[in-house]
């Protein structure tokens, strides 16, 4: 496996691969990496001849600065996880070598309603953060497609959003959820849980499912105060938002009448440590 740090090595080493017609498969992360990850590298692979994984703790789509310390960093333990994963390319560049001083950080783009409703609203100008950086990234590595998990389920709406209307030449591909076998969703996140809340945490996916089971039978708004109400049985459990929306512009949904497109979403934080997940609920 071959590593990277600098924008112009890697730039120069695949622009001869993309010369001999080499497709390139992209997963972004920011490292501490999970199964959910290395399923995204292993689809990557069936479909591409070259894997990349980016690791880059992305600092300014964090709005919390006690956040961005917290955030676990293991890149050692990721370059072997990858290595045995058979990706091709690293890419972990620094802070200054993605954002150097003297160049003016910003996008033009607004994203509607999209980067405003649920984790927009509560990590303002967390989706710019994350815009700025992909839109980066896939300039340096111009992928042929780039895979991103449907965990992160707003994250991914706004990335489609912003290559269609940039027209940018990537596939993106969206990947199911992985998850632990009692259900809890992978996240980098869940290693800073205590045994306590690790035990706790599969509430959050069982109350999902009970919500799809429950979708088209009850009015969506008592749905919500229904669901809010169960994870709540535990007091450990501090619901920021549970929102029935729309799967593609994530509007917030009032009746059932276009139910094949709603999904319901959750964040919620177990102690400190904030999670979020979701379900659609008519597929
Ligand atoms: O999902 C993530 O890990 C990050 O938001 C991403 C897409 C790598 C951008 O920093």
């Not at 995204?40 to 961005?68: G, H, M, W, Y």
């Not at 809340?197 to 599969?202: D, K, T």
Request: proline residues 4%.
């Amino acid at each position: 496996m071959k590593q990277f740090t600098t924008i112009s090595e890697i730039k120069d080493y695949l622009k001869i691969k993309r010369e001999k017609g080499l497709k390139i498969g992209f997963v972004p992360t920011m490292g501490a990496l999970h199964d959910g990850h290395l399923h995204l590298i292993s689809r990557s692979k069936q479909e591409n001849d070259l894997t990349i994984c980016s690791i880059f703790v992305n600092p300014i789509q964090f709005n919390n600065k006690a956040d961005l310390e917290k955030y676990p960093r293991t890149l050692a333990r990721d370059s072997k996880l990858l290595e045995m994963s058979g990706c091709d390319i690293v890419f972990a560049p620094s802070s200054a070598e993605i954002y150097p001083e003297d160049e003016k950080i910003g996008l033009d783009q607004e994203f509607g309603m999209l980067d405003k409703v649920m984790e927009g609203k509560f990590r303002p100008g967390h989706f710019k953060g994350v815009a700025i950086v992909v839109k980066k990234l896939f300039d340096i590595v111009q992928p042929t497609r780039a895979y991103f998990g449907k965990k992160d389920f707003q994250q991914l709406a706004i990335i489609k959003y912003l290559v269609d209307l940039l027209k940018l030449p990537v596939e993106i591909i969206p990947c199911e959820t992985v998850r632990e076998s009692d259900g809890l969703a992978m996240s980098s996140r869940n290693i800073r849980l205590t045994i306590a809340e690790r035990n706790l945490a599969p509430k959050i996916y069982e109350t999902l499912q009970q919500v799809k089971n429950k979708a088209g039978k009850m009015a969506v708004r008592e749905l919500k105060t229904w669901a809010i109400k169960k994870i709540h049985e535990n007091s450990e459990f501090q619901v920021e938002y549970l929102e029935i929306g729309d799967k593609d512009t994530l509007a917030p949904i009032d009746s059932w009448h276009s139910r094949e497109r709603a999904v319901a979403f959750i964040a919620v934080f177990l102690g400190d440590v904030r999670l979020i997940d979701n379900i659609e609920l008519f597929s």
